[in-house]
């Protein structure tokens, strides 16, 4: 398995993508990730077409179990994000 990309790869790719340069493509990037950490975390969803669809989900209290010492103890509510994957991007990855 390679290794992931770094944001600095990702910024020299989508520069060049755009036929700009690697400032703009950088702006663009934390505008996007910006926009999409705002909204998720008010609550909403965002759908990055061909990729795929961020939400938050609220999780309810809870009982969990301690690996180490097997104690069970209630976990408060707490939200979390979540991933859908598009459909166009697995057919992209499988095709």
């Known amino acids: 398995m390679s290794k992931p990309m770094t944001k600095t790869q990702l910024v020299a790719a989508v ?3 755009m036929g700009s340069d ?3 493509a950088s702006a663009a990037l934390d505008a996007i990730a ?3 950490a705002t909204e998720v975390a008010a609550g909403g969803s965002i759908t990055l077409p061909g990729l795929g ?3 938050c989900k ?3 209290e809870r009982m969990v179990r301690n690996p180490a010492t097997g104690e069970q103890m209630q976990k ?3 939200r979390q994000v979540k991933f ?3 459909k166009a991007l697995k057919d992209v990855v499988n095709g």
Do not use: G, L, N
Request: aromatic content about 0%.
């Open 58 to 60: 609220a999780r309810p």
């Open 34 to 36: 910006s926009v999409v």
């Open 53 to 55: 669809k961020v939400a």
């Open 76 to 78: 408060p509510a707490d």
């Open 15 to 17: 520069a060049e993508a």
């Open 22 to 24: 690697k400032k703009t």
């Open 84 to 86: 859908a994957i598009a």
